[in-house]
C-alpha cells in the first residue's frame, strides 16, 4: 500500500514511522524541515530557550545554595539562541535518520492535493511532481492568527515564529494573549532581562486552568518584573519608527520595541487543495470521524488541522492512529487524558477535569491537596513554591488533577495514567512512593482526598 503524508511536524512524521512500520510503501512531503512546528518553532526551541532562563535564575539562587558566585551574571543572547539551534538541528537530523532507517521517501516541496488519490508537489525551483496514493494522511499543521488591527511586519510586530529567530535580546515587548505560548515566551525573555507585558482578555492568565494553581504563576511573574495586565486587551498596534504604540481597551497607550501577537493558531490550508476537493470543514478545521477519515474514504487528518488540542503529543498519537486505521484497523483516541503542560517557572501541568469544570457540571467530588513545601525533597532541592491537587468523583475514581511547582510536568504522568485507567484514589495512594522524591507530594495529595495525610499541615 502506498501512503502520502502531507506534513513532516509530529503528526505527519510519527504517522509516516508507523505506516511504514506496518509495511506500507510511504511518502512525506514537507514544505520547510520535518519536525514542523513542534521541533522548529514550537515545543522544544521554547523549551531550549526556557532551559538557558531557569539556569538563569538558579545560578541567581546560588548564595542560597551556599555557592559563591564572584561578579556579574548574565545571559550572552546570542549564545542562548545558538544552543536552542544546535538542539533543534540534532533533533531534526534525528528524524531524517529514522526517515532512511525505515525506508521514507522524504519530498521537499509544497503539496497540493488533486483528487483523492494524487498529490501535486510544487519544488523549490518550480518543478512539478505528481506522486500518486492509495491512502493519504493530511498533517499540514498551523500557522498563528494575527487579526489585521495588528499589522504583522514580521520586523517589530511578530508571532512565536520571528520571536524565536530574534538575533537582539529585546528591550520590551508587549504580548498580547496570556495562554501557554504567551507565558512561556513572556518568561524567559523576562528574565532574560527584557521589560515584559502581557496583555489578557480574561481575569487570569491560562484561562483553561483552575485559579489557585494560575495564582502561583502568577505570583512568580511578579517576582520575575513581569506586567501582567488582566481583564484588557489590546485594540491595535502601529509600527511608529523603532517602536510599537499599541492602544489598550481602557484607552491607553504603551510604547515597545516589539509587539508578540500570541492570541491563537489556525489550520495551515491555504492552497493546499483540501477544500477544493470537497473536504469538510467546520470553523476553518476538517471534521473527521472518531476514525480520524474524512468526509473522502481513504484521507486522513491529523494534529493542528482538526479540531482536538492543539498539541504535540496529540498530534502523534493521531499520526499512530490514522496510520493504523489506514490499514483497516479501527482505533481511536482517549481524549480525556491528554496532559495540559507549561514549562514555566514554576511548571504548571494538568490531566482531565478541573475543579471549575466539576463545579459548571454539577459533579460532585472530592479534592485533595497537597504542597510541595512539606515535602522533604522540595526543601533539600530548594523548590518549595506550589502545589498538587488531586480530584475524585463520588465513587472515587480520579478525574483530575493539577500540579503547580517544581518538574509538574513530569510528575503529571502517574496521574494521568490512572485517569486513563479509571484507577480510584485508593489503588494509586496505597502505592508506596520512594522517599525523599516529589512524587510522594502525589500519594500525600491522593491521602488527603480522604483526609488521612500524615503530613497534612
Ligand atoms: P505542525 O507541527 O505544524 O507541522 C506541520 C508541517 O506541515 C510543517 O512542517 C509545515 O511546513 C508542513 N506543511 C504544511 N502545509 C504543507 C503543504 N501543503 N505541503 C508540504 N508541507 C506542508 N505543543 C506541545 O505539545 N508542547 C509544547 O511544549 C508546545 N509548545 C509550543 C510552543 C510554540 C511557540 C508553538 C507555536 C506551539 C507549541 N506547541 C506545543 C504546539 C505544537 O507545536 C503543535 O500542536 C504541533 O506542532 C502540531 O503538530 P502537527 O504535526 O499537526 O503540525
Known sequence: MKIVVIGGGPGGYVAAIKAAMLGAEVTVIEKKKV?????NAGCIPTKA??????????????????????????????????????????????????FEKRGINLVNGFGKLVDKNTIEVTKEDGTIETIKADKIILANGSVP???????????????????????????????????????????????????????????????YEDKDIVKQLQRQFKKDKIKVLLNSGVDSCEVVG????????????VNTQYVLVAIGRKP????????????????????????????????????????????????????????????????????????????????????????????????????GKFEFRGLGKAQAIGRIQGFIKVLADSEDKIVGASIVGPHATDLLTELSL??????????????????PTLSEGL???????????????
Open 49 to 98: 530557550l526556557l532551559a538557558s532562563s531557569s539556569m538563569l535564575m538558579n545560578i541567581k539562587e546560588a548564595k542560597d545554595f551556599g555557592i559563591n558566585i564572584d561578579g556579574e551574571i548574565t545571559a550572552d543572547f546570542l549564545s542562548v539562541m545558538k544552543r536552542k539551534d544546535k538542539i533543534v538541528d540534532q533533533l531534526v537530523s534525528g528524524i531524517e535518520f529514522l
Open 268 to 367: 495551515n490550508i491555504e492552497g493546499s487543495g483540501i477544500e477544493e476537493l470537497g473536504i469538510e470543514l467546520n470553523r476553518g478545521k476538517i471534521v473527521v470521524n472518531e476514525n480520524l477519515e474524512t468526509n473522502i474514504e481513504g484521507i486522513y487528518a491529523i494534529g493542528d488541522l482538526i479540531n482536538t488540542p492543539m498539541l504535540a503529543h496529540v498530534a502523534s498519537k493521531e499520526g499512530i492512529v490514522a496510520a493504523e486505521n489506514a490499514f483497516g484497523k479501527y482505533k481511536t483516541v482517549d481524549y480525556t487524558t491528554v496532559p495540559r503542560c507549561v514549562y514555566t517557572e514554576p511548571e504548571v501541568a494538568a490531566v482531565g477535569k478541573t475543579q471549575k469544570q466539576l463545579d459548571a457540571e454539577g459533579i460532585e467530588y472530592n479534592v
Open 418 to 435: 490512572a485517569v486513563h485507567l479509571g484507577l480510584t484514589v485508593e489503588q494509586v495512594g496505597d502505592v508506596i512512593h520512594a522517599h
Open 35 to 39: 519536525g514542523g512546528t513542534c521541533l
Open 443 to 457: 500519594m500525600e495529595a491522593l491521602h488527603d482526598v480522604h483526609g488521612e495525610c500524615v503530613h497534612a499541615a
Open 242 to 253: 523603532d517602536e510599537v504604540v499599541s492602544t489598550l481597551s481602557d484607552g491607553k497607550k
Open 145 to 207: 492568527i494575527v487579526p489585521p488591527m495588528f499589522p504583522y511586519d514580521k520586523k517589530r510586530i511578530i508571532t512565536s515564529d520571528e520571536v524565536l529567530e530574534l538575533s537582539e535580546l529585546p528591550k520590551s515587548m508587549l504580548i498580547i494573549g496570556g495562554g501557554v505560548i504567551g507565558c512561556e515566551i513572556g518568561q524567559f525573555f523576562g528574565v532574560l532581562g527584557t521589560e515584559v507585558t502581557i496583555v489578557q482578555r480574561g481575569e487570569q492568565l491560562l484561562p
